[in-house]
């Protein structure tokens, strides 16, 4: 794919898509991975008796959000030089997969791809170095794999996203990666439970990046893509979906069964929506299954907040 370019644009016609573009590298929905993980972080550490500082909190946050928008346009510039974005069909498409296509739909081209990266990496760098000075620095080692991590995403020479490894990335980062790196940002102590929480939330969050590549199996496939889907096929996908939402929700209820603190029980309002997502999967074997995708962020999101909601009720 060569770079595209808008001489037909006006200057304000090139503001307003510029500003679109950059709005769907944002992204709320998506905003959602590091959010959860983040509170649950915050979360646990206020279990253990912690003080949060809410000016390091919502710095801390900028700073991974920052790593998520850079991620976010390196591999939207990577899956457009690929042709994967240009090949799915709007019939393929939903609100939760198909690409951010800024590329595609004439929003921004690979030079604003690369200068927002830039911009989002060196910024994420400053507030997230700032931060870790005045806190603990050891986290500085962290938030540089983290931010690595993000960039290998889709980037040569490691390109996870295009050899299956996409889901195993996604997990370590943001389950223990962002729950264990808050926890430690608090000063709060990393035990089974927050071992436990991370590992539950890094296994649905990675179903959620599963689930969204199912309806671009086929573009990803001709690219040469080879997400897990693509390797798996959508039948046997669907199977291992419903695997890993139970393994995740098993590891909650062992962890309890063993000693556990009674919160965990909190991950397990996730069970609902999870399973709603399964069994509308597998009645679609073909098309986006948008209402799928949906609860599986939904999924996400409750198993998180019913962590939140009993540890916040035990300090009632």
């Not at 996203?161 to 996409?166: D, N, V």
């Not at 556990?260 to 069970?271: E, F, M, R, T, Y």
């Amino acid at each position: 794919m060569t770079s595209r370019t808008f001489p037909l644009f006006s200057g304000s016609e090139r503001q307003t898509a510029w500003f679109h573009g950059v709005w769907r590298l944002v992204d709320p929905k998506i905003a959602l991975a590091s959010l959860v993980p983040f509170i649950v972080g915050m979360a646990l550490v206020y279990g253990q008796g912690a003080k949060i500082d809410l000016l390091i909190a919502g710095g801390a946050f900028i700073a991974i959000f920052l790593v998520e928008v850079g991620k976010n346009a390196l591999n939207d510039l990577i899956d457009w030089r690929s042709g994967t974005d240009a090949s799915v069909t709007n019939d393929e498409r939903s609100p939760f997969s198909g690409g951010k296509r800024v590329i595609v739909d004439a929003l921004l081209n690979e030079k604003d791809l690369v200068v927002i990266a830039i911009v989002a990496f060196l910024a994420a760098g400053l507030i997230g170095g700032a931060i870790a000075y005045v806190t603990r620095p050891s986290l500085l080692i962290l938030g540089a794999v983290a931010a690595l991590v993000a960039i290998e995403y889709s980037v040569p020479p490691l390109k996870f996203s295009y050899r299956g490894l996409g889901e195993l990335a996604v997990l370590l980062t943001y389950g223990p990666g962002i729950v264990i790196g808050s926890v430690l940002l608090f000063g709060g102590r990393v035990n089974a439970d927050v071992i436990t929480t991370s590992l539950v939330l890094g296994l649905i969050i990675a179903n959620v990046l599963f689930i969204n590549e199912m309806p671009d199996e086929r573009a990803d496939r001709e690219a040469g893509k080879r997400t897990l889907v693509v390797r798996l096929g959508r039948k046997r996908a669907a199977r291992v979906f419903g695997l890993v939402f139970a393994t995740a929700f098993a590891l909650a209820v062992i962890r309890f069964a063993f000693g556990g603190s009674p919160a965990l029980l909190g991950l397990l309002l996730g069970i609902f929506p999870a399973d709603y997502a399964f069994w509308s999967l597998r009645e679609q074997p073909s098309g986006p299954p948008v209402a799928s995708q949906a609860a599986t962020l939904i999924a996400y999101v409750t198993t998180g907040a019913g962590l939140i909601f009993i540890i916040w009720l035990s300090s009632i």
